[in-house]
């Protein structure tokens, strides 16, 4: 994003709309500080320029994968579905895609940063790299996984680790004797990474007995699961993953 000076009055009217404080006066005139800019557009979106100032050029990759995961109107061209957005609806229509459809097994989602906190590529493959030793597979249809050029160690393209963006989701599986060696994983680098993150473990219930198999392990850990939230997803498409399984179709 760049604002025209020839326009601009420096009304300043755009600044708090920046969530990563881009927006700044210097030497006397409004621009943008274009390492902190993750391309979101939220300043050409909402702000309302009395001069029409701000705008935008033609984004070529790397700097195009900010605006990728951190426009909400911008589309990952580096994924078979062009998905919006930072992540993956694979997980959230688990009714559907059975991402997740084993006890043996769960899928975890680790998602980074926050509006002004932001989140780098850098940081993502230091969770990619984390997590990399543990996981049976990174989810296809996510954004991230195409840009993990070796999967069995988490490295990232080299040409994106410069970029920054409002936050992105690494998504993966793994066998449910691996949750804790995972979690100890993201444990300790969640002490090496700059931004924030949030963990999601998602996971079948034991319909013989209503168990969570997944959260004895979380309990021994120590984590206070009942003070997190939780999140059950039905009936949000058909066929049914298990409808599929019992027709042959998968």
């Given at each position: 994003?760049?604002?025209?000076s ?63 995961f ?17 992540g ?137 699961v ?22 042959g179709?998968?």
């Amino acid at each position: 994003m760049y604002i025209d000076s020839s326009k601009c009055i420096k009304c300043k009217k755009c600044v708090p709309y920046c969530p990563r404080n881009a927006i700044l006066e210097k030497d006397g005139v409004m621009t943008i500080d274009l390492d902190l800019c993750v391309e979101c557009g939220v300043c050409t979106r909402q702000v309302g320029c009395p001069r029409d100032a701000i705008y935008n050029v033609h984004l070529d990759v790397p700097r195009a994968y900010r605006k990728a995961f951190s426009d909400p109107f911008g589309k990952h061209e580096n994924t078979a579905l062009k998905h919006m957005g930072r992540g993956t609806e694979e997980v959230k229509t688990n009714d559907v895609t059975g991402v997740v459809h084993t006890l043996d097994a769960i899928s975890l989602a680790v998602e980074m940063g926050r509006p002004s906190v932001g989140s780098s590529f850098a940081d993502l493959e230091k969770i990619t790299m984390a997590v990399a030793p543990y996981a049976l597979a990174f989810e296809v249809n996510n954004p991230v996984t195409p840009l993990i050029q070796d999967k069995t160690t988490g490295k990232l393209d080299p040409s994106v680790l410069g970029e920054k963006v409002m936050s992105a989701i690494v998504e993966f599986s793994c066998k449910l004797e691996n949750v804790k060696a995972v979690l100890q994983a993201l444990e300790k680098v969640s002490h090496e990474v700059s931004t924030v993150f949030s963990l999601c473990l998602i996971c079948k219930v034991d319909e013989t007995d209503d168990s969570i198999p997944a959260r004895k392990i979380v309990d021994e850990l120590g984590y206070d699961v009942d003070h997190t939230s939780a999140k059950t997803n039905l009936g949000l498409g058909r066929p049914r993953y298990e409808d599929r399984v019992k027709e042959g179709l998968v």
